[in-house]
């Protein structure tokens, strides 16, 4: 039995239709109803109709990614009881119409960080980057926020500042945009001034209290879950560090076996992203595939450069610090294993998280992270991969 090979896509305003992902090899789909906003029920007619879209291209609606958790609902503030009972109805709905893996997740404010979008390969490919030094920039000397030069060290304090003054207007308004505007899987997107309003509102709200919240949610949740037939998957935060004061989760093996203690069910899981997780020099993924293993409902697979300073580069499948073939070793090994114990969520769908733009993407009109032809490099890779994994164990 095969890994179930999945793709995202961004609904029928993509440039990447479903024609082009069939062409790629991938037979599921991972997607969302973006134009739902944030907190309001998903009806069963919203998501047939776009199940529909998808089986008629001859593909199946495999994971959605994501339901997006409301704000309020991380704070326990303003309408987030509505919220919640919002949620459990949409997870409900989802499962009455046969889609049974929900990624989510429960960072702060955004979804995920970078700092360049368009960092240039040697090859002449361009990727996504983060660097501490140019993110403190933003956050000491563009938003100036308070505090915020004492989460950094003397080190990154000097090089943010000597990074700030080669910027011209043009360079500060492209930082800016690049942190706040929002990127692929947020749902929100601000000005300079409504962010930190946004993030005043996290003012008290230290790592203890968020993971108190997600708890609390967890325990709201996964039994309407279990009913439904749904996996719950948590999302790594991205990348697995404080950013901006603001409290983090699911940064660590630990934060993730305390998140699959609160309910054991196999409908309380996590989305195994190996460049989130991996991100952090403090994480081995080989270590974290196999000790979570039976509760990885959903799996992205990318690779990435990192370094001690909280640096890191988006890289090749197989030229980065994340050790793929033990982590990919691992989904296969589990599901075999659940296949063998007669479980009934066998399958870990598996898709490529990110890729570069190369070729033809160029200069077309990418989501950041999910042009095409990089992610089907990675695509071809991840399926070469799993035939000598399989070969090698004789399954």
Known sequence: M?????????????RITLNDIKQTGATGIVTALHHIPNGEIWTVEEITKR?????????SWSVVESVPVHEDIKKQSGNWKTYTENYKTSIANLG?????????????????SRTNLNFEFNDGSLALIYQQKVFAAFDMFVLKRKGAENDYSEKIKKEAKAYFNSL????????????????????????????????????????????????????????????????????????????????????TLEDAKAIIATVDSISNGVTLCTGSWGAGHFNDLAIMAEELAPRINFAHLRNVQRDTDYNFREDYLFEGDVDIYSVLKSIITEEEKRKAQG?????????????????????????????????????????????????????
Request: aromatic share 8%; proline share 6%; net charge negative.
């Open 51 to 59: 199940k529909t879209m998808i089986e008629k291209a001859g593909l």
């Open 96 to 112: 009455k119409c046969g889609i049974e893996t929900i990624c989510y997740n429960f960072m702060p404010v955004l979804d995920w």
């Open 2 to 14: 095969a890994i179930e090979q999945t793709w995202r896509w961004y609904g029928p305003n993509d």
């Open 168 to 251: 011209d207007a043009d360079g500060i308004e492209t930082l800016t945009n690049t942190v706040i505007k929002g990127l692929p899987g947020a749902e929100e997107s601000y000005t300079l001034e409504q962010f930190q309003a946004v993030l005043d509102e996290y003012a008290g709200i230290n790592d203890e209290k968020l993971r108190d919240h997600l708890q609390e949610f967890l325990r709201a949740i996964i039994p309407v879950a279990i009913e439904a037939g749904v996996r719950m998957a948590i999302h790594p935060d991205d990348p697995p560090w404080g950013l901006l004061g603001l409290p983090r989760v699911v940064s």
């Open 343 to 395: 479980r009934t969520d066998i399958s870990i769908p598996v898709r490529p998280d990110h890729g570069n733009q190369m070729l033809g993407d160029i200069g077309q009109d990418n989501n950041p992270g999910y042009s095409l032809y990089g992610r089907m490099k990675g695509l071809a890779e991840i399926r070469g991969l799993e035939l000598g994994i399989r070969r090698s164990l004789n399954i």
